[in-house]
């Protein structure tokens, strides 16, 4: 899905010759008058960053960072000021903005911090993407497996079927035919694939 | 002060001192005059008493010569017949007494023997008058005192009757010793008074009469003696209402039409106050007085003391009056009086200078701590300085003051910090917010233009048939306007110095501070400043960039309000936090702001005067210091511009 970048300005000529002249550049573009709008209007499924303007009437820039933060949505943002003053700048790189740059600005630096906001939501995206992949191969084990399975994450050290069988007092055949069963069912080929799956859904992990 | 504290200690003391001696001198006064006038009476009732004894001391002598002559003549001791005896005892008694002016003996007969004093040829002069042989002869003889002849006469036209005379026929008829009415003397024509005794003999047969005779004259002289004041006057009045004794002898006897002599009346005598006093009580029938009468009169517009009284122990009806001057008594107390008030003036007087000098000595302290604490006001003496010795309210006073100018020194000194501050900033730094507030506003041009260049090459680019010119001018509008931008980014540099100067203070003292400078304006234009609702905060921010955001607002606030000519004119500050931040309101009661006018912006003002940079460079402040300043269209009754500063305590938020 193509990105889309969302801008927040208040002053008008500003959101409209902005809009305009990245559209020509070929992205997609979403302009918003202030950050209520946004707010009501933003879907996080929608992959893209946020071009910030960070003095504006109402909520002002780093207030809809913080907002967004509290909310848990992960969109990168790029602040652009009219003002640029150090500490706002260093208030939003704090709450993890790609970049503070000041009007006027070179446009190439402009595109530059857009794809490197679209590259960190990518990457965002990808990484919650794999997680819920990983999550959803974690639930074809059945209890009895799942069982095992945490076993052979908990204690990489211990993984022969023998120890796990005195541990979870089954037979080592039984643990044998669940091993089978979990590489099977978590499309892996061994313990140390298992690891690393586990490691990627870290808060899947009890 | 001094004067005035001074005056009232004089007044008070010569005041209060000249009252206390007048109530003095005038109790003293009315209680000394009561007594004096009593005592007065007292002197009156006693001099008649002393006339009364006097007159009967002077009469008595009279009785007892006749009494004795009397007693000689019925006992037989002398013979009645023996004028030659006879003379020689009335000789005797007639040099007895001074007051004897003659002593005689009349008979049934028509004899008559009279001795009397005389002024000449010698001292004693006789008066015989015998019938014998139906034959009447009178013969005068004068002696000395030795009873040795000194002169005779005889005078043959001599028609003397004793037993005609009053005094004779009274005592015959009354057949006891009597006193005559005064009269005037016959031979002397002088007035007088006759003690008269029958000469009664055994077998009850009236044999004479022997008659003394005592001129008044001598009680005149007596009165006149009788002084009790220097105006006074005492007088006997007979039965009658006529004047038989008075100081003025001469005065008493008047001579009738008819060449008869009488007594004056009471009315008559030149007298006055004597007439006025005394002149009714003849008026109504004989006078008749039983006891002392006192009374008080007016006259000539002077107050007079007046006293009747019977003489008593004699058979005669006389009364005596006594008028004297009131102010003969109470003269004296009267001078006394005037003397004290000039007394109490002149003590008035130096009590008053006294009073002066001595608030002269109590103000000296105050006047010298009044000195000091104009000094210390003044700030030419630290109030630590210790205090000159003075009163133990004074200290308390120097120590309430000194508390009180340190306080407010302290809050002045506060004050024109800010000021300074304030007039620094808006001098020095004017060029900065103005680079700033350009800058800001420049940005947003310049942005819009940088990205319709790179929209147009973004578009010139597409086509096929690209004029490489139009590129070159694009490129170059590109270049410029991005010079533009970096000039913008020079200029914003400017207001960078202040970025250090962020500051934790309570946002309350300095409002405080900002209210006081813009009170005087406010107070001029009639705009009441109120702050409501403002809690303390600490906030983390510039303060002088603060205090120029809220003396901002208020100027404009009262501008808008006074041009507008706003009835009920007010500012209402308030503040309150909100997440991490403090919301400012600042509202006033004006027209408030059309909603398509644009405010915050550069060189864009309604104001006849002014560049339209105070709000623009607010807001540029506000924002500058990490919140913002917005105009509230939503406020209803209102114009309500708001803005935001950070809290200190934004840890706790997040």
């Known amino acids: 899905m193509e990105p889309i970048i969302f801008l927040v300005d208040d002053e008008e000529e500003v959101r409209v010759t902005l809009s305009r002249a990245l559209k020509m550049r070929g992205f997609k573009v979403k302009a918003f008058a202030n950050a209520e709008q946004f707010l009501n209007g933003y879907q996080p499924s929608e992959a893209g960053c946020l071009v910030l303007d960070y003095g504006m009437p109402g909520m002002n820039g780093l207030q809809l960072q913080s907002e967004l933060n509290r909310r848990g949505i992960s969109v990168p943002i790029v602040f652009i000021s009219g003002h640029g003053g150090v500490p706002e700048s260093v208030e939003a790189m704090k709450g993890g903005a790609v970049d503070f740059i000041q009007k006027p600005f070179r446009q190439r630096h402009l595109i530059e911090c857009i794809e490197d906001a679209f590259k960190v939501d990518a990457a965002n995206r990808a990484k919650v993407a794999d997680e819920v992949q990983a999550r959803e191969r974690f639930e074809r084990l059945t209890v009895r497996e799942r069982e095992v399975a945490d076993f052979m994450i908990a204690n990489p050290s211990y993984t022969t079927s023998k120890h796990i069988g005195r541990e979870l007092d089954i037979s080592p055949r039984t643990v044998d035919h669940h091993r089978a069963r979990i590489l099977e069912k978590l499309e892996i080929n061994s313990v140390a694939e298992l690891i690393d799956l586990a490691a990627r859904i870290e808060s899947a992990i009890p | ?654």
């Open chain 2, 1 to 654: 002060m001094r004067q005035s504290l001074a005056f009232i200690l004089m007044i008070s003391l010569a005041g209060l001192q000249f009252l206390a001696i007048l109530i003095v001198v005038f109790t003293t006064f009315v209680t000394s005059e009561r007594a004096m006038l009593k005592h007065a009476l007292g002197l009156m009732s006693q001099a008649g008493n002393n006339a009364t004894e006097h007159t009967r001391l002077f009469l008595k002598p009279a009785q007892d010569l006749a009494k004795q002559a009397t007693g000689m003549l019925t006992s037989g001791i002398i013979d009645a017949n023996d004028h030659d005896a006879l003379e020689q005892l009335l000789f005797q008694q007639v040099l007895s007494e001074p007051q004897v002016a003659g002593v005689y003996y009349g008979d049934e007969a028509g004899n008559f023997v009279y001795l009397m004093r005389s002024d000449g040829p010698g001292p004693v002069r006789t008066k015989i008058i015998s019938h014998e042989d139906g034959g009447r002869s009178t013969e005068f003889v004068w002696r000395n005192t030795a009873f040795e002849l000194v002169s005779e006469a005889i005078d043959p036209s001599d028609r003397f009757d004793p037993r005609k005379r009053p005094w004779y026929q009274s005592a015959a008829s009354a057949k006891q010793p009597v006193w005559t009415d005064p009269y005037v003397f016959f031979s002397s024509r002088r007035p007088g008074i006759t003690a008269a005794v029958p000469v009664i003999l055994s077998d009850g047969t009236l044999q004479g009469v022997v008659g003394v005779d005592i001129e008044l004259d001598a009680i005149s002289q007596f009165l006149s003696e009788l002084t009790i004041s220097a105006g006074s006057t005492a007088l006997i009045l007979n039965e009658n209402g006529e004047v038989i004794a008075h100081p003025a002898s001469d005065q008493i006897v008047v001579q009738n039409e008819d060449k008869t002599i009488r007594f004056v009346g009471i009315n008559e005598i030149n007298d006055p106050v004597a007439n006025a006093a005394f002149g009714k009580l003849a008026q109504s029938g004989p006078l008749a007085i039983t006891g002392e009468v006192r009374s008080e009169l007016e006259h000539d517009k002077e107050s007079y003391l007046t006293l009747l009284a019977p003489i008593k122990g004699h058979d005669l009806p006389w009364t005596i009056a006594i008028h004297a001057p009131e102010n003969d008594f109470v003269q004296g107390i009267k001078d006394n009086r005037r003397r004290n008030i000039w007394i109490a003036a002149i003590i008035s007087l130096v009590t008053a200078i006294a009073g002066l000098m001595l608030a002269e000595v109590i103000l000296r302290p105050v006047r010298a701590f009044a000195v000091r604490t104009s000094l210390v006001s003044q700030g030419e003496v630290s109030a630590d300085t210790p205090l000159p010795k003075t009163y133990q309210e004074l200290k308390r006073a120097n120590e309430t003051l000194i508390h009180e100018i340190s306080q407010r020194r302290e809050s002045e000194k506060r004050q024109r910090d800010l000021s300074r501050q304030l007039f620094h900033f808006s001098r020095v730094d004017m060029m900065g917010q103005l680079a700033t507030g350009l800058a800001h506003e420049l940005s947003q041009p310049i942005t819009a233009i940088t990205q319709n260049v790179d929209a147009a090459i973004s578009t010139a680019a597409k086509m096929k048939d690209i004029n490489p010119e139009l590129m070159q001018i694009l490129s170059e509008l590109d270049d410029q306007a991005h010079r533009g931008g970096d000039i913008i980014a020079a200029l914003r540099g400017l207001v960078r110095k202040d970025e250090g100067q962020f500051v934790a203070f309570e946002f309350e003292d300095l409002l405080d501070q900002s209210l006081k400078i813009v009170q005087h304006e406010a107070d001029i234009n009639s705009v009441q400043l109120v702050k409501s609702n403002v809690t303390q905060h600490q906030v983390l921010a510039n303060r002088v960039q603060i205090a120029q955001v809220l003396i901002n607002l208020m100027h404009n606030a009262i501008e808008a309000m006074t041009m507008a000519k706003t009835q009920s004119r007010e500012i209402l500050i308030s503040a309150r936090p909100q997440n991490s931040f403090l919301e400012v309101w600042v509202e006033d009661s004006g027209p408030g702001v059309a909603p398509d006018q644009p405010l915050f912006r550069h060189f864009e003002t309604s104001k006849t005067d002014g560049m339209g940079f105070g709000l623009s460079i607010s807001k540029t402040i506000i924002e500058a210091n990490g919140g913002h300043l917005w105009y509230d269209h939503e406020s209803r009754n209102t114009s309500r511009f708001c803005f935001t500063l950070p809290l200190l305590s934004t840890g706790l938020e997040s």
